[in-house]
Every structure is written in structure tokens, then in C-alpha cells.
């Protein structure tokens, strides 16, 4: 069992920064991937970033604006958000697939923490 616990949400201007962040607890044998997605109202979640083994991945439309960070000892994940724009505005889900054995993995999700960018 993980949980997962989200901060760093709030209201921002356009351009603006903002830095989330994510701390997982609980029993696990290590966490493979941490992440954050995202979802505004009326639209489908869908992948702002994730981190695994020293490799990233970023949604095509926060390229160059977010930057994903992991402390693996501390198993924290954060992102940095900057030159925010209106339509990063969303509820924002931190993600954590979890390895409790060699073989066997769970998918664990955060509770969301808002994020508004104001015009």
C-alpha cells in the first residue's frame, strides 16, 4: 500500500511559475515511475510528465515550460512549472507505479491539487 500525498497547488497569473510537488509513503520494494497528470473539466487525464531510471517524458504541450525532478531517496517527485499559460489549468494527479517485488507492480494516484492560471 502507497499513498500518495500532493502539494503546491494554488492560483497563479499567466506567466507565472508554480512548483508541485509529490511524497510517497507506505510499503513498497522501490517506485519505478512518479509522474503527474492532469485533467480539466470536461476532458480526458492526460500525461504533464513523468520520470523513471533517469529518463523523462513530457506532454507535447508543456515542452520547454515544465521541468520534472525526482529525489529517489526520499521518494519525491516535483514539477516545475513556468510560463504558465490559462490552459494549464487542471486538476493535477500525482502518479506513482510501484514495484513490490521483482515482478510485481502497482499503480498508485495522488487525491489532486487544483492549479489556475488566470489570464
Known amino acids: 500500500q502507497v499513498q500518495l500525498m500532493e502539494s503546491g497547488g494554488g492560483l497563479v497569473q499567466a506567466g507565472g511559475s508554480l512548483t508541485l510537488s509529490c511524497a510517497a509513503s507506505g510499503r513498497f520494494f522501490r517506485i519505478n515511475t512518479m509522474g503527474w497528470y492532469r485533467q480539466a473539466p470536461g476532458k480526458q487525464r492526460e500525461l504533464v510528465a513523468s520520470i523513471a531510471a533517469g529518463s523523462t517524458n513530457y506532454g507535447d504541450s508543456v515542452k520547454g515550460r515544465f521541468t520534472i525532478s525526482r529525489d529517489n531517496a526520499k521518494n519525491t517527485v516535483s514539477l516545475e512549472m513556468n510560463s504558465l499559460k490559462p490552459e494549464d489549468t487542471a486538476v493535477y494527479f500525482c502518479?506513482?507505479?510501484?514495484?513490490?517485488?521483482?515482478?510485481?507492480?502497482?499503480?498508485?494516484w495522488g487525491q489532486g491539487t487544483q492549479v489556475t492560471v488566470s489570464s
Open positions: 502518479n506513482a507505479v510501484v514495484s513490490r517485488s521483482v515482478i510485481s507492480r502497482e499503480t498508485y
